[in-house]
């Protein structure tokens, strides 16, 4: 014991015993001995280093041939395993787009809500790390997340608004302030929020995902067994183009995504004034096209309505009124996602998670 008091953890900048982190007295048989070290979590950054320093120090001060055994214990329960993780989830769907500005997360809200209106169980992750807009659109962007202690760990507790579990990074950081990451930080934060949250029993998990393919799309893909994916895009050559390549990257041979089918946004405009008319600003019908070409459905046509660029952003989604011409779209929008869902969950095998390849 004196010899682990001269060790200091970088955790409490106190030593070993002042932390209280020798969780019993050490056992010694002969000329073995046995220290367990209680550390605050599995994934503690001095663990390795600490246990380093405490096994020099008992054979610096109690002799070089002393056989030294330290055992590490966590006051945290570890992480579930990959695979393991949202046990409680029936249907993981994620919302894509190869291209931004397409509406992808005012769809994904609407969707959440429009589920949540049905009656299902919906949880929603905003796993944009660097354009978070969730909170906004939920109206909640002063909300922050609290900690629960669930089966010995410590884990977060979504927010819950409109009937949806939500959770967003732009809970935990500055709105005005850019979030410099590497790509590492961004996808840590990510397992984060997905596997440190107490999510419970959901029958949609909801993924809002950012555009393009990049190393959060890769994160997802190898930590969640994605039940299928629905793509999002204008009607325009330009968007259609990349979301061909979001379409790709699914169904690429090493991630076998289904792709549950495409969803047209601001598909036409039809002004107030005059509502039998409708203006193909952006072109007409390509993802009706785009969704033939590829063998998928097309599940909505979402018209360009000002009312809903405006409840957007009064974090009032045109989702929860199911009277209005664009909340009845988005229903009928989620009752389309339940019917392929439940068709692709009878006639294929669940996703497996992508696997990561080792360096030989």
Known sequence: MDALATVTYAGTKKNLVESEMVADQPAIKGNHVKVVLE??????????????????????????????EIVTEFKTQPRPEVGQMLPG?????????????VGKSTVAANLAIALARLGYKVGLLDTDIFGPSMPKMFGCEDARPYAVKKDGRDLICPIEQYGVKLLSIGFFVSPTTATLWRGGMATSALKQLIADADWGKLDYFILDTPPG????HLTLLQTLPITGAVIVSTPQQVALADARKGIDMYRNDKV??????????????????LPENRYYIFGREGCKQLAEEM?????AQIPLVQGICDNGDQG?????????????????????????VNRRNKEQPKTKIVGMNKPK
């Open 316 to 340: 009032t989604p045109v989702a929860l009124n199911a009277d209005t011409m664009t909340g009845q779209a988005f229903l009928s929008l989620a009752q389309a996602v339940v019917t392929v």
């Open 256 to 273: 076998n995504v289904p792709i549950l089918g495409l969803i047209e946004n601001m598909a036409w405009f039809t002004p107030a004034e």
């Open 39 to 68: 550390f605050p979590r599995d994934t503690d950054p001095f663990l390795k280093s600490t246990v380093k320093a405490a096994e020099a120090a008992i054979k610096y001060h109690c002799g070089q041939d002393v056989e030294v």
């Open 213 to 216: 393919t990049s190393d959060i």
């Open 89 to 101: 989830v029936k249907n993981i769907i994620a919302v894509s787009s190869g291209k931004g500005g």
């Open 295 to 299: 063998g998928v459905p097309l599940l």
